[in-house]
């Protein structure tokens, strides 16, 4: 029941130029946008190292997007281990908002 209450009280936020994604109680990061390198919208399977984002259902879930970064960022897991990433996978309840705003953010990067 926590780890839903969590995932309603904390939704994938973008704000102040940072991504801020959590998963419950099981694993959290911030991510600043400016080291977004590539996103892959869509299909692709990620490798086995690749960190999920994503809440499980009764079949199997695809991530809608898989998010390369320029450089290692940090992120805690559950009792607060800290481990460096560069690529995790998300599914959110609207992709094409998620993919406007950062397409935004990009767009936005290039013009300062």
């Given at each position: ?32 946008l ?12 990620p ?54 705003i ?11």
């Amino acid at each position: 029941m926590a780890e839903i209450q969590i995932m309603k009280l904390h939704p994938l936020e973008i704000k102040n130029g940072r991504l801020y994604i959590s998963q419950g109680l099981t694993k959290r990061i911030v991510v600043p946008l400016h080291t977004i390198k590539e996103i892959e919208w869509g299909g692709r399977i990620p490798s086995k190292d690749t960190i999920r984002f994503i809440y499980k259902d009764f079949e199997p879930v695809e991530p809608q997007a898989v998010i390369h970064l320029g450089r290692p960022v940090e992120m805690t897991m559950f009792m607060g281990m800290k481990k460096d990433i560069t690529e995790f996978a998300v599914r959110v309840d609207e992709p094409e908002q998620l993919k406007f705003i950062l397409s935004y953010e990009e767009e936005t990067k290039h013009l300062t």
